[in-house]
């Protein structure tokens, strides 16, 4: 064979490699992404049943809007010698209420899920604290909130008119679970929007909870408000 030859089949074969190659990693990342189209909705729909709107009879479904919503702790602190309240806040929440005018007694509650790890304050050093030792955020990323039972509701209310009641439930920081009592006020807006408010006292030692000493700090308060002010709005 001359040296012309051999080197044109030199390159043939590198060439129909190079191909088959190519065809190759097409086909891998061609499965990898078929794969991952796959997977992606499946777990979307593990993480949205736990917040599922659960419509009792014939009563529509809120949903709640984070962009109009807001949750908060706060508690007081000497900073300095001085006193000074640390309010942390996020707009990280989710959840649904159930809710008809004409028969608010039979008002549902779901599970009220808040991202701790987007929860900040004023100060950067203490936003890290919460993180990575108070909340330990990447180990325990929500806290929730399952409530089992409402009271107080009243057997009719109109558009406009606030409504005071009470959730029970079961609140859940870190890996801890405990009963609480929130306090919330109600008010349907117009038939497609709620808006309300709820809030409770904790301590936080009670989910295990440790506030790690700090410069200027003298003393924390042993208990923490929590709160969220909510827009729901009626699920389409």
């Known amino acids: 064979m001359q040296k012309n030859e051999r080197v044109l089949l030199k390159f043939g074969i590198i060439g129909t490699l190079v191909v088959f190659g190519m065809a190759s990693i097409s086909y891998i990342f061609g499965a990898i992404n078929d794969a991952k189209a796959v997977s992606a909705p499946e777990q979307a729909s593990v993480e949205v049943s736990d917040i599922q709107p659960m419509a009792m009879g014939d009563a529509p479904v809120f949903v709640i809007d984070s962009a109009q919503s807001e949750v908060r702790f706060s508690l007081g602190e000497l900073l300095g010698g001085e006193p000074v309240i640390v309010v942390g806040v996020t707009d990280l929440v989710s959840g649904t209420i159930s809710l008809s005018t004409d028969a608010p007694q039979d008002a549902h509650v779901g599970v009220i899920l808040i991202n701790a790890g987007g929860l900040a304050t004023n100060n950067d050093f203490r936003n890290r604290a919460i993180h990575s030792v108070i909340l330990n955020t990447s ?90 002010d909510f827009v729901a709005l009626m699920a389409e």
Do not use: C, W
């Open 139 to 228: 180990a325990y990323e929500y806290i929730r909130f399952v409530p089992t039972s409402i009271n107080g509701l009243p057997d009719a209310v109109s558009l406009g008119e606030a409504v005071e009641f009470e959730i029970v439930g079961t609140l859940t920081i870190k890996d801890v679970s405990r009963e609480v009592i929130f306090s919330a006020v109600v008010t349907p807006v117009s038939d497609t929007q709620l808006d309300g408010h709820a809030e409770a006292m904790i301590a936080y030692a009670d989910y295990g909870i440790l506030i790690p000493s700090a410069p200027r700090v003298a003393e924390v308060d042993k208990e923490v408000l929590l709160e969220i």
